[in-house]
């Protein structure tokens, strides 16, 4: 049984409110196959992920990038908190090569599931002991 009381924090953002939640779902998904809790926060407007993004402390962030305003999103969220494991979630690769110039540790092609995200988790190793 876990014991464990630190709840995973992280954001989602994606214009695309659909691929928003479905990628909020598979991180979910996700956590609870691992037994831990996990509170999503969900954005699919920039100024609000950015201005909720500076106040809050987050254990990870998925972020879409599907056009150079995201790019400039997820730029933004590295430099407001460089502790916290980007992942980056687009419908092409189009954008893979200058999300990596930023803090990104994965490059999810979607539809995000919770087996692409328990892959990365388990290639990175980044999600194993978030928070502790």
């Not at 909020?24 to 996700?30: K, P």
């Not at 879409?64 to 690769?93: E, K, M, W, Y």
């Not at 540790?105 to 995200?117: M, N, Q």
Request: a negative charge.
């Amino acid at each position: 049984m876990n014991t464990r009381t630190h709840v995973i924090s992280v954001a989602v953002y994606d214009t695309i409110s659909e691929d928003c939640e479905t990628t909020a779902e598979a991180v979910r998904e996700y956590y609870q196959r691992r037994g831990e809790q996990a509170s999503v926060r969900t954005f699919t407007e920039s100024q609000g992920f950015l201005t909720d993004f500076r106040r809050r402390r987050y254990d990870m962030a998925f972020l879409a990038v599907n056009n150079p305003l995201d790019l400039a999103v997820a730029h933004n969220a590295g430099q407001t908190d460089r502790a916290c494991p980007l992942i980056f979630v687009s419908d092409t690769g189009d954008y893979a090569i200058e999300a990596f110039r930023l803090p990104a540790i994965d490059y999810i092609l979607k539809p995000v599931t919770w087996e692409r995200v328990d892959e990365s988790a388990e290639r990175r190793g980044c999600f194993k002991k978030c928070g502790d």
